[in-house]
Structure formats: C-alpha cells, structure tokens
C-alpha cells in the first residue's frame, strides 16, 4: 500500500532556510514510495517552546488523529521537540493515532520492525513520566494535609473566596461571558464554567 506522508520542518531563527531539510525528506520519500500529502513548517521557532508556541506542530498532530496521513517525517528528533516532556508526548500522540514516524538523521523508522520496537520503548518512557507526575502531586497533598493547608479538590488548588464565587454567579446572572467573568473576578474561564446556571 502506497503510504501518505507528512512531512514537519523547523528551523529556530528567521535567517535560516528549512530547504535542505524538505529535498532530503522529499528524496526519501520518492525512494520509499510514499505520497507526500502536507508540509508543516514553523519558520524562526525555537524547538524550547510548547506545542502551544508551535502553531504547524499543532495542527500535524490534530491532522494525525483525523489520519490525514499514514507517517510523519521529520529531519531529526530535536525538529520535534528539545523538552523531554513535549517530545514524548507528541510521540505518544502520533503512536495513538497509529502513525508511523520517520527521523532521518537518526534513522529511525517505525514503519519497520525494528523501529516499532523502538517507538514500543517511547510509551514506556511516557508511562514513567505520567507516573512520575502522579507521585509529585500525591506528594503534595499529602504534605498539604500534615501541615494543614486547606485544599480545594483539584490537586491543592485553594478554594475561592465566598466573595469570589458570589461575584461569579452575579456576572454570569447579569449575561456577561465566560471570558469576561473570568476576567473580571481572577479565575479561569474553566472555574467560571463551575458556576454556571
């Protein structure tokens, strides 16, 4: 089966030129047979920031869960991400989506063998850092609990203010938005959603 190819580029600072990275990829492509169906490209972007600072990394993995296409390339793993934590889970979502990953400097390719192997240990990591997380907030309410500091439900947040939650109901009563009342009392817009009638 002919497979559909995506291909990611990046480059961090506007002066540098993704064009070495796309014809060695398209040229691995052609070879394997693969169609190239979409390009993204985050031109002057660190590799440092988020998925939410990385707007063409955003919408390739949104693409991969509808399964626009069938891999991914990319020229090397730090295209996708330096953080450990932002790398892992964009390759756990890629995996979810069963789409196959293709890095070519470190000629990793999860449409063989060998690389679903490799790609099997990435869910391992991600595994450890979910639990990792898990451990560091049990931890924190349980210290929260020893010394006696009051708790919301959601993971030690502090519970609001009487004040604050009347101030809420009292806007969203009056028509004003979410967004607005989150702004106007402090909260989050997520908050303000608790609250309405």
Do not use: C
């Not at 892992?88 to 196959?100: I, K, T």
């Not at 607005?180 to 303000?192: D, F, I, L, M, Q």
């Amino acid at each position: 089966m002919n497979k559909r190819a995506a291909i990611y580029l990046r480059v961090s600072t506007k002066e540098q030129t993704t064009d070495n990275q796309r014809l060695a990829l398209v040229e691995v492509a052609e070879h394997a047979g693969w169609q190239v169906v979409e390009v993204y490209e985050d031109h002057g972007i660190s590799g440092a920031k988020g998925r939410d600072k990385r707007p063409q990394l955003d919408a390739m993995l949104k693409d991969a869960t509808r399964r626009k296409f069938d891999v991914v390339m990319a020229w090397s793993v730090d295209r996708l991400g330096r953080s450990l934590q932002d790398l892992v889970g964009s390759l756990a979502d890629l995996r979810s989506s069963n789409v196959d990953l293709f890095l070519h400097q470190q000629a990793l390719d999860t449409t063989t063998p060998a690389g679903k192997a490799m790609f099997g240990m990435l869910s391992v990591f991600a595994e450890f850092e979910r639990s990792m997380i898990v451990e560091r907030v049990n931890a924190g309410l349980a210290r929260a609990r020893k010394t006696g500091t009051k708790t919301g439900r959601a993971f030690g947040r502090p519970t609001l203010k009487p004040a604050t939650v009347d101030r809420i109901r009292r806007s969203l009563n009056e028509g004003l938005s979410i967004r607005k009342t989150a702004e106007a009392t402090g909260v989050s817009p997520a908050t303000v959603m608790k609250f309405r009638p």
